[in-house]
């Protein structure tokens, strides 16, 4: 099994775990000189299980302004400074289908 980091000249890592070589043994699929990689490769499974726990419950990141919003009466001019903070193109601070969740929760409460 080889290191499957890709070098800066473009080509893949030669290291393949064996004794005689100096990059040491394959863990998580590189070697010692890129366990960089591998760390990084680590930090992006954590991220997708976290976007995945999301996935399951989307109600525990609902912020708590539109659950108050969702509790009382229409007010239009509460929808309006809602939907302006929740837009889809304008907040990044959320993943896209959790701002589209949340502006159609305050369409919802509209209708």
């Known amino acids: 099994m080889r290191c499957r980091a890709i ?6 890592c030669r290291q393949c775990g064996k ?8 863990i998580n699929g590189y070697c010692n000189y890129h366990k960089q990689f591998r760390d ?7 991220d997708t299980k ?6 399951e419950n989307p ?5 708590l ?3 108050l919003y969702l509790s ?5 001019y509460e929808y309006y400074r809602l939907i ?11 993943s896209v289908s959790l701002i589209t969740l949340f502006s159609q929760l305050i369409n919802s409460h509209k209708i």
Do not use: R, V
């Not at 004794?19 to 394959?26: F, L, R």
């Not at 109600?59 to 912020?63: A, D, K, L, T």
């Not at 302006?84 to 959320?94: A, G, I, M, R, T």
């Open 19 to 26: 004794p005689q070589q100096s990059g040491g043994e394959i």
């Open 40 to 46: 990084e490769d680590t930090k992006k499974t954590e």
């Open 7 to 12: 070098k800066k000249n473009g080509k893949q």
């Open 72 to 76: 009382k009466p229409f007010d239009k």
């Open 84 to 94: 302006s903070k929740y837009h889809p193109d304008k907040n990044k601070s959320y």
């Open 65 to 67: 302004e539109i659950k």
């Open 50 to 55: 976290k976007t995945e726990d999301t996935k």
């Open 59 to 63: 109600n525990s990141e609902i912020p």
